[in-house]
C-alpha cells in the first residue's frame, strides 16, 4: 500500500467525518492490516489512534483464522449471533445452513438491491 492509497483513504474519511466521530481511532482489519508499517502509517496520516484488529471473541477458532485478515467477518458474525439477528431468518437452527444464511445475512447489510 502506497502513500497514496492512504491519503485517498484519509481524504474519505474527513469528507464524511469519520475520524470526528471516532476517538478511540481506527482498527486496521482485512489482508492489508498484515501490511508491514501500516499502523504507523495510518496513525501518522490520520494524525490520531491506529491499531491492527485481531479476532476475539470466537472461541475453537482454527489459529490460522486469528488474523486481521478475518476480523470484520468474524466480528460482524459475532455481532449477529449477540444481537438475534439470526432469529429473524428461516432455518436460524439449522447449522448446516448457516453458511447460506450469513451470505444472505451480509447481503441484506449492503445498499442497493444487491
Known amino acids: 500500500m502506497d502513500e497514496k492509497t492512504v491519503a485517498v483513504n484519509r481524504k474519505a474519511l474527513y469528507d464524511y467525518e469519520v475520524l470526528q466521530r471516532v476517538e478511540a481511532g481506527l482498527v486496521l482489519t482485512g489482508g492489508s492490516a498484515n501490511l ?14 491506529a491499531r491492527v484488529g485481531i479476532p476475539q471473541g470466537a472461541h475453537g477458532l482454527a489459529e490460522s483464522l486469528d488474523d486481521p485478515a478475518y476480523a470484520t467477518s468474524i466480528g460482524l458474525l459475532l455481532w449477529g449471533l449477540r444481537y438475534g439477528v439470526w432469529d429473524s431468518y428461516p432455518a436460524a437452527n439449522d447449522w448446516l445452513a448457516w453458511p447460506r444464511l450469513a451470505w444472505r445475512w451480509l447481503r441484506d447489510l449492503m445498499p442497493g438491491d444487491g
Open 36 to 49: 508491514r508499517g501500516i499502523e504507523a502509517l495510518a496513525r501518522e496520516k490520520t494524525e490520531g489512534p
